[in-house]
């Protein structure tokens, strides 16, 4: 099974851009498609992007499509979400996620889970 890491979260200024990381451990991180969520303070958790184990097909929730791009190096057991023109909207504990089935990810009910990276945007 995959275990996953999140990096990359920070403070960043409005409009600025910011990539996470996912990286995964253990085998087999090709049998997995992964998403990104995020969960803003009193907020539900959000799902942001999924992207399929071949790297060859992306899905984006409306709000941040065409704004944040979901991608992955199969090699490097990594997965990415680069984020444009962030806005203070945008602050929330960024969770990336993984399964080997993809209509479970599209549902938001992927099993394997990372800790989260925290991302604050300031005014």
């Known amino acids: 099974q995959v275990q996953l890491t999140e990096s990359g979260g920070r403070s960043v200024q409005a409009g600025t851009s910011l990539r996470l990381s996912c990286a995964g451990s253990g085998q087999f991180f090709t049998d997995y498609n992964v998403a990104w969520f995020r969960q803003a303070p009193g907020k539900e958790r959000e799902f942001l992007a999924a992207?399929?184990?071949?790297?060859?097909?992306?899905h984006y929730e409306t709000s941040v499509k065409g704004r944040f791009f979901i991608s992955r190096a199969n090699a490097e057991k990594t997965a990415y979400l680069q984020m444009n023109s962030l806005s203070p909207e945008d602050t929330a504990v960024y969770y990336c996620?993984?399964?080997?089935?993809?209509?479970?990810?599209?549902?938001?009910?992927?099993?394997?889970w990372g800790r989260g990276t925290q991302v604050t945007v300031s005014s």
């Open positions: 996620a993984a399964d080997d089935n993809w209509g479970r990810i599209l549902a938001a009910l992927p099993r394997t």
């Open positions: 992207i399929n184990w071949a790297g060859d097909y992306e």
